[in-house]
C-alpha cells in the first residue's frame, strides 16, 4: 500500500489539477459510470461530526471511502477544523493501494466543485462576487472562483465579522477590492454568491438575492445544516453534485421538507458538463448549485496525488 501524507500534497495537487478531476468525475457519475455509496454522517457532540463518503467508478477502477468530519475545537489546538483521510482499494480485489491525506484535499475538490458550477452557470459577464463565510475553506473559494470568472470585487458577510480581513487578505493578494457588508448589500450587489458555512440555519434570505445571480452553496452537508432560506430555492433553477444527497443532507433538503419543491426539480451538474441538460438559459435566472461533496470527488483527487506522488518518488510503500 502507498502513503502519501498531507504535507506532501500542497505540491503534488494544483487547483486546476483538482478542477480537472471533480468536472470529469461529475461527469462520469451523470453518464452512468460512477456513483456514491450512502454517506455515513454521525453528531459527535459539541459540534463535532464524523463520517464516511465513497464511491465507485467503474470507468476510472477507483473504489474507496473518505473517513473524516468537523471538530470545530481544533482552531484552538492550531490546527484546522476539518480533518479526513482518504483510503483507495483495487475494486477487483479489495486490497488496499493507498492512504492520503484528506485535509488539503477537501479543501481543494470543495472549492473546485464551486468554483465548476460558477464556470456552467454564472453570466459570463458577472462581475460582482460574494462571499458569506469566512472561515478555513473562503480562501480557497476565492481562489477557485477567481480563475473562472474575472471578477472586479469582493463583498462578503460573516456572522463573526473579525473573521473578514483573512479573507480580504486573500482578495487583495489577488488584486481584488474587497469589503465588508451587511447581507442585504452582498445580495444586491453580488452576481455570484459562495455559501461556505457550517450554519444551522438560514443567514442569505430570498429576498437578499437579485434577479440574474448564481448561488454555490457549499457549506451544507449534513442535515439539519442550512445556509438560505428555502423559498430561494423555490425561485431558482437547482443544480447539484448529487441529487439523493442534495434532498437529503444538502440545502434542497429544507424546502423539500416545507413543499416548496421537489426531487425532479434538481439537475446533476454532471449533466450539464455531459451535454446531457441545459445550463443557464437566461441573464435573468436565478441559478443555484447545492455542493454537498461526494465521496467521488475525494477518491478523484487522492488517485491523482497518488500518481503524482508515485511520479515524484514521495509515496511511501508499506507492507500490510
Partial sequence: MLIVSEAEIAGLITPEAAFAA??????AMARGEAYNFPVVREALGEGRQYGFKSGLDRVGTLLGVKA?????GNAAKGIIN??????????????????VGGGLLTALRTAAAS???????ARTDARVLGIVGAGHQAGFQLRAAARVRRFERVV???????????????????GLPFEAVTLERLGA????????????????????VKTGTHLACMGT????????????????????????QSVTIGEAQHAIAAGLIVEGDITPIGAVIAGLAPGRQSEGEITLFDGTGVGLQDLAVADAAVRL?????????VTI
Fill in 82 to 99: 476539518h480533518q479526513s483521510t482518504v483510503f483507495l482499494f483495487d475494486p477487483e480485489t479489495g486490497i488496499p493501494t493507498a492512504m
Fill in 221 to 244: 452537508d449534513t442535515k439539519g445544516k442550512q445556509e438560505v432560506e428555502p423559498a430561494l430555492l423555490a425561485r431558482a433553477r437547482l443544480f447539484t453534485d448529487e441529487v439523493a
Fill in 309 to 317: 506522488a508515485v511520479e515524484k518518488g514521495v509515496a511511501v510503500s
Fill in 68 to 72: 473524516g468530519g468537523y471538530f470545530p
Fill in 189 to 208: 450587489e453580488a452576481d455570484v454568491i459562495i455559501t461556505i458555512t457550517s450554519s444551522p440555519a438560514a443567514s442569505l434570505m430570498d429576498a437578499h
Fill in 22 to 27: 471533480v468536472e470529469a468525475t461529475f461527469a
Fill in 156 to 174: 462578503a458577510w460573516n456572522l463573526h465579522p473579525e473573521m473578514l480581513p483573512k479573507l480580504g487578505a486573500v482578495a487583495t493578494e489577488l
Fill in 115 to 121: 468554483a465548476i458550477s460558477i464556470d456552467r452557470l
